[in-house]
């Protein structure tokens, strides 16, 4: 696609249940990273994927938090027994990687999650 | 641990004024350098980047941004600020490989008529 893509848009989900987040990197970037933004707060780094293997999750907060990107381009961030203090918009923005690195990402509109 | 700070919660300029966010960054060496900027309902969209060389660096939308190492700091300006440029400002440091890009907590920018 023209751009990052992720869905939903929204979520809304009652606390202790599992939520799945999709994003749709740009056609050819490898590298591939997730972000959480809370409100009135910077994005924070949760992981980063090159290729098919999660190059860094040092920023996945527990063991709740899971990605996979099994094919080296859509990615799914998993999360289990939500909490109330997950609610936030979940980013993910992709880049190219090798040569060609301009060292920008390009983010899509994220997901907003709402634990109630 | 590497970390960036963005003094200003808030700030709010006159249409046509000058803009100076400010961005200060802790790291061992001198990281990659970003701004990035996200309006309503939009993605963060790449405004200008610093890896090496020529310390002031151009962006879009007629910002630029300046690298000064004795002060750690890469602050962004504009000489005449727009309606439009009304969003929300992020700096960002990476190590020169780009995985695990930090952002400061950003500068939400409104502008006065």
């Known amino acids: 696609g023209a751009g990052v893509s992720q869905t939903p848009s929204n979520k809304v989900t009652e606390k202790g249940k599992y939520v799945e987040l999709r994003c749709d990197p740009i056609?050819?970037?490898?590298?591939l990273y997730w972000y959480r933004q809370s409100l009135g707060q910077g994005p924070e780094f949760l992981i980063y994927f090159q290729g098919t293997g999660a190059a860094d999750d040092s920023g996945l907060p527990n063991d709740r938090f899971f990605a996979v990107r099994p094919e080296g381009s859509v990615s799914t961030l998993k999360i289990q027994r939500t909490e109330r203090g997950d609610s936030a918009v979940y980013l993910c923005a992709s880049s190219l990687r090798g040569s060609r690195n301009t060292g920008e990402l390009f983010f899509g509109e994220g997901s907003r999650l709402t634990v109630l | 641990a590497q970390s960036v700070t963005q003094p200003d919660i808030h700030i709010t300029v006159s249409e046509g004024a000058s803009l100076e966010l400010r961005c200060n960054y802790s790291y061992g060496a001198t990281p990659y350098l970003f701004w990035y900027v996200q309006s309503p309902g939009q993605g963060l969209q790449l405004l200008l980047k610093y890896f090496s060389g020529d310390t002031l660096v151009q962006g879009i939308k007629g910002f630029e941004a300046e690298f000064k190492r004795s002060q750690s700091s890469f602050n962004l300006r504009k000489p005449s600020v727009h309606w439009s440029d009304a969003a929300e400002y992020f700096c960002?440091?990476?190590?020169?490989?780009?995985?695990?890009?930090?952002f400061g907590a950003g500068t939400r920018l409104t502008v006065k008529p």
């Open positions: 960002a440091v990476a190590p020169y490989n780009n995985n695990d890009m930090r």
């Open positions: 056609s050819g970037h490898t590298a």
